[in-house]
């Protein structure tokens, strides 16, 4: 049963039988950004050297047949490509959704927290270990690496009474660690070495294929789970650890709880086409310029459009570079950072109209 | 339900590509793979140290990394024509390097694709096209020109590697003859400029000419304590105050690629940025014991490299006398 009603800011919600409401704004966004999704994925289906598109994949699924090159071009190529962008802009996405709420700071995500580059210097310790290690182990080492990061963190940070600008201030100074060590790596190894880790740092979905969705798919399923069941802890935590407290929030066990949440996503983004750097901290704020939200409703449009700016970025790359080459990292920034400094500027005019 | 079976279907053509395939063989990584008999369209993933030694053995190259779509290299130096000469005919591109487009792969038609242990992470991609056959490149597997004999008994061409490499033998004991003094017990260092000084590594025709000639490595502790197992061309960097009291017998000195003068005068030039005065200090500079060279030429892991090498010995020796 859902019943039509006003919140006590006078917005418009839906409420659930179950007490769950959500306001009707965020629900139109997100219904919005899912078709915007949609129709981006159509038209990216077409982007490439084979002359294959939308209306061959359509033909393709109502029974009619494809030529060899199509079906390789459509099923091996783009339609991979496109979904594990999907799915890791979303991780990523929500990964840094989660972390500002944590720290209660807009400018926090995988990379500000070291989070990032725990798993990057593991997986290329790794790589230079064993140049041919299996993907499960590289996966392994990003999780490891990330964890790490984590529970040093953790540790530093210190008991629950610890502020969000604590761990912010530690982070920044483990991820600055972190990054020297990094380019210090590149900087020695010899040369094939260098090129093909920087390769991977730069991010690209060329390893975009079935089995690798087959694994991403449980933790995408993971992170929509997770992301209704974290989000009220984030909607609490917004407003601060101790008025989290007050309102009843265990700190103590749902802060480590909602940071290994986060490590998990972002490690798995990194291991599946390396670091996107700023698609945390881009993301939540493009989606709260959409349609500012709180809670779950956050958590899930700050996914969707991640989801939408990797998969945006991937067509860039495939489709407008051409022969150029365009890293997915830097056809992210191309794509996101404009709309970003919009949003920016378009609620400073807000603000300054409303006084 | 369709959309379930295409993409089941594909992922079943991506894990086991149907080709004319009938030579099961097991590559440098230990991974077994099936790959034609005589392969006809062969794609390269390295074109300095996996092309130019297939082409310096006559084989003509579909496609190879790094090359534009007309062919056109999109770094300083093309080998091909540094090394083989020009007017060869230029292998296709797929992609910009960092992005290999497996579309443009796949329309090139390769039968095999020719990739090194660094390429180990592409391997599952790639072979939605081909198989792939990985080669060890790194400097502590391969010396010389192992790396093209490697591919000669690949790709069935071991007679053509054996007269290339029989008159490339005769031409070294021309050469040690005609040689000054004794070149057994004399100690040589390769050493490569960027924006620092980096040695060079032991796969190249230039590590081997030098070697042929009877001349043996000059063993620095610095590099050698550090060297790491993932370069093929180079070793590890080496700072300025252990290469200046270095003495080798001979110094071999190149310039980086990126630069447009790689002659002596530009690799002087050079060196002197990074290490002020060194040609007032260092013995083999005061003793007229340097040989510069282009690395362009001398590079690869090719027959012809080992044979520029010779021709810059032999014209540093004559000067000499």
């Avoid at chain 1, 750097?277 to 704020?285: D, N, Q």
């Avoid at chain 2, 290469?243 to 690629?257: A, M, Q």
Wanted: hydrophobic residues 50%; contains cysteine.
């Amino acid at each position: 049963m859902i019943r039509r009603g006003t919140a006590t800011d006078g917005k418009r919600v839906l409420r659930l039988a179950n007490g769950l409401q959500m306001r009707t704004g965020n629900l139109l966004a997100g219904c919005g950004l899912a078709a915007a999704a949609l129709i981006l994925a159509a038209w990216s289906t077409g982007l490439g050297l084979t002359d294959a598109g939308l209306a061959d994949l359509l033909r393709a699924l109502t029974g009619g047949s494809l030529s060899d090159a199509e079906t390789y071009a459509l099923l091996t190529v783009r339609l991979p490509r496109i979904l594990l962008g999907f799915m890791v802009g979303w991780a990523v996405a929500l990964s840094g959704a989660l972390l500002q709420s944590i720290a209660r700071n807009p400018l926090a995500d995988p990379g500000l927290f070291g989070f990032s580059q725990g798993s990057m210097i593991m997986i290329m310790l790794l790589l230079v270990i064993a140049p041919v290690a299996p993907k499960s182990l590289v996966a392994l080492a990003a999780v490891t690496g990330g964890l790490c990061v984590a529970g040093l963190l953790l540790w530093l940070v210190g008991g629950e009474r610890s502020s969000g600008l604590s761990i912010v201030l530690l982070g920044i100074a483990v991820e600055t660690v972190l990054s020297s060590f990094g380019s210090l790596l590149i900087l020695y190894l010899p040369t094939e070495t260098s090129i093909a880790l920087s390769e991977w740092l730069a991010g690209s979905l060329f390893q975009a294929n079935w089995s690798v969705i087959a694994a991403f798919t449980p933790l995408f399923v993971l992170g929509l789970v997770g992301s209704l069941l974290a989000g009220g802890a984030t909607s609490a935590y917004d407003l601060g650890t101790e008025m989290a407290q007050a309102l009843g929030e265990p700190v103590a066990r749902s802060r480590p709880l909602i940071l290994l949440f986060a490590v998990v996503l972002s490690a798995a983004a990194v291991t599946a086409v390396g670091p996107l750097v700023f698609l945390g901290v881009l993301a939540p704020h493009i989606a709260g310029f959409l349609s500012p939200a709180v809670g779950r409703a956050r958590l899930l449009l700050s996914g969707l459009v991640g989801g939408m700016l990797v998969v945006a970025a991937d067509a860039l790359t495939r489709g407008i570079a051409g022969g150029l080459p365009l890293p997915l990292g830097l056809s992210l920034t191309m794509v996101g950072v404009p709309l970003f400094i919009i949003a920016l500027r378009l609620q400073a005019l807000r603000k300054l109209q409303s006084h | 339900m369709r959309f379930l079976v295409s993409c089941a279907v594909a992922a079943v053509l991506t894990a086991s590509p149907v080709f004319a395939a009938d030579r099961l063989l097991t590559d440098d990584t230990g991974r077994e793979i099936t790959i034609p008999d005589t392969p006809e369209r062969i794609v390269v993933m390295h074109e300095p140290l996996l092309g130019v030694p297939l082409m310096d053995l006559g084989l003509e190259l579909a496609g190879s990394y790094g090359r534009a779509d007309d062919g056109g290299f999109v770094i300083a130096v093309d080998f091909i024509d540094t090394v083989l000469g020009e007017g060869k005919a230029k292998p296709k591109g797929f992609g910009p390097v960092g992005q290999p487009d497996l579309e443009k792969l796949r329309a090139l038609e390769p039968d095999l694709i020719l990739a090194s242990e660094l390429d180990a992470g592409k391997v599952d991609q790639l072979s939605t096209v081909a198989p792939v056959y990985l080669q060890n490149i790194s400097g502590d597997k391969v010396h010389g020109f192992d790396i093209q004999e490697n591919l000669a008994a690949l790709l069935g061409r071991e007679d053509l590697f054996e007269a290339r490499k029989a008159g490339y033998m005769e031409r070294v004991a021309e050469l040690r003859a005609a040689l000054p003094g004794d070149a057994a017990g004399q100690t040589y260092l390769p050493v490569f400029l960027t924006d620092q000084i980096n040695v060079v590594g032991d796969s190249s025709g230039m590590v081997q000419a030098l070697e042929d000639l009877g001349y043996t490595r000059l063993e620095v502790a610095e590099a050698s304590t550090t060297s790491a197992s993932g370069g093929s061309m180079m070793l590890m960097p080496l700072s300025a105050e252990v290469f200046g009291s270095l003495n080798p017998d001979i110094l071999v000195l190149l310039n980086s690629y990126m630069d447009s003068s790689r002659d002596e005068a530009g690799t002087r030039e050079k060196l002197d940025r990074i290490v002020p005065g060194w040609d007032r200090f260092m013995k083999p500079a005061l003793e007229n014991r340097i040989l510069f060279v282009d690395p362009a030429t001398v590079i690869t892991p090719t027959v012809a490299s080992a044979e520029h090498m010779l021709d810059a010995i032999e014209h540093w020796s004559g000067q000499a006398q």
